[in-house]
């Protein structure tokens, strides 16, 4: 079976990798073709992986390309973990965010609709490219924003895109730990969009154990997001909200953190990444040490700015393993062999959430087969939610028909909607900082 990653030269590219190694079962991915428009990164984590795969028989082969149709020809699955202006794209969305007062976070806010109307173009000749050289693939999209992408690319792929996130795993994983639960045991209830969700239940034989763990303050505050949010918030809400809602509950503190920051998260990691990717270079150094080495930096640092604004302290241990490798080599699995499994997923609507259309791209735990993802019925909503995901839900559709028509007006209207973009006058100077500085918005007039 062909796994074609797209964003191959991409640092988290040995992760998922790694998890193909361990994978040792009949109609498992046995060849991986790496694409990147950047030689140089694709030398230097196939670097990395062939030392993770010294030793290990029948390991996958690698090959790799920058010719985007050789990649995708033949593909029975595409990962996409693109990244449309590289680290400096991301820094300069967060900096020119914060110097209107305003949050620049990759997925969030004014950062997260102008990464996405650089993205979306690019997604679309991807996804016009996979329907006409490999119809039968699958594409697991990791690129963010990955709801937004992934409704763009289900425009032309269907339901054969798949959306994947490492946070609500990583969520469930810490609140099952909380209430001393095995996560694999445990049922969560979780709805919403990408980086926009909540855990409202999780259930333990039967039983749901979130009100339990509502009411117990010590419980609440031994893991990430009790500590992030607060137990009275969370109490308030009834729900244990992703911690990218962080940055809507305490938008002025996350913003106020940001500007003060020595660098922020993007400049951070396009330093460390520019060391890492010299580094490799060198043949005389150990590609794979350096790249744990890196690797473990980069999750101790992860929202380190929110963390310290709640006075949430350090990530715990548990949390410095990866997730979404896990999560896409498990729906690969179920697809490929028909093995049903259940995970939360990017997926089309299909009337899960009835205040949003049939075509709009929810995360919600999903059903999984041979024939793809299907969303699970859940419960509506509550108002504040529902308001929230339909607000955000509508600004993403303003930067899908921004993309699509070049227009400068409808791309300020993206912005100026967001929950988190405070004034029209804001929005028009961030379209024309991100346009200034962006090769990728030419695009808009």
């Known amino acids: 079976m062909k796994l074609t990653i797209l964003g191959g030269g991409g640092f988290r590219v040995p992760l998922v990798y790694g998890a193909l190694l361990g994978d040792r079962a009949e109609g498992r991915v046995t060849r991986v073709v790496l694409h990147d428009v950047d030689a140089g990164r694709l030398r230097a984590i196939a670097r990395v992986l062939a030392e993770q795969a010294a030793g290990v028989s029948d390991a996958p082969g690698v090959t790799v390309t920058t010719d985007l149709d050789e990649a995708l020809r033949g593909a029975d699955f595409v990962f996409s973990a693109i990244r449309v202006g590289g680290l400096e794209g991301r820094a300069h969305d967060e900096r020119i965010a914060l110097a209107e007062g305003v949050l620049g976070q990759e997925t969030v806010g004014a950062g997260g609709i102008a990464y996405g109307l650089r993205t979306v173009p690019v997604a679309v000749d991807i996804a016009r490219r996979v329907a006409r050289l490999a119809p039968d693939a699958w594409v697991i999209n990791f690129t963010n924003p990955a ?9 032309h792929l269907g339901d054969r ?36 969700g909540w855990v409202r239940g999780l259930r333990i034989a039967g039983r749901d154990e ?75 150094v150990p590609a794979l040490d350096l790249w744990n080495r890196t ?18 302290g ?43 259309d049939a075509d709009a791209v929810i995360e919600v735990p999903c059903l999984v087969d041979a024939s793809g993802a299907h969303p699970i019925s859940v419960d509506p909503l509550p108002g504040h939610a529902t308001g929230l995901v339909c607000a955000v839900k509508a600004v993403e559709r303003e930067v899908l028909a921004a993309a ?9 209207k993206a912005f100026a909607l967001h929950p988190l973009v405070d004034s029209v006058n804001v929005a028009r100077r961030l379209v024309d900082g991100y346009t200034a500085v962006h090769p990728g918005l030419a695009y808009l007039g």
């Open 161 to 196: 895109v798949i959306g994947i996130c490492d946070s609500p795993v990583g969520l469930g994983r810490r609140v099952a730990r909380a209430l001393g639960a095995r996560p694999r045991e445990a049922w969560i209830d979780y709805v919403g969009l990408n980086h926009l």
């Open 210 to 284: 979130l009100p339990r763990l509502l009411a117990d303050p010590v419980l609440l505050g031994s893991f990430e997001e009790g500590r992030l949010f607060g137990a009275d918030w969370l109490r308030s809400l009834g729900a244990i909200p992703n911690e990218y809602l962080h940055y809507y509950y305490f938008n002025r503190e996350a913003v106020r953190a940001y500007q003060e920051a020595e660098r922020t998260r993007g400049a951070f990691l396009r330093d460390q990444q520019a060391r890492f990717y010299a580094g490799v270079a060198d043949p005389d």
């Open 404 to 412: 699509r028509s070049g227009s400068r007006a409808t791309a300020v």
């Open 295 to 312: 690797r473990a930096e980069r999750e101790a640092t992860y929202m380190a700015e929110n963390r310290e604004a709640a006075g949430a």
């Open 147 to 155: 709801g937004l992408v992934t409704e763009a690319m289900s425009r």
């Open 314 to 356: 350090e990530r715990e241990a548990e949390d410095l393993s990866g997730g979404y490798e896990d999560v896409a080599l498990a729906l690969m699995r179920a697809i490929a062999r028909d093995e049903r499994a259940t995970l939360i997923l990017n997926v089309r609507n299909r009337g899960t959430l009835s205040p949003l």
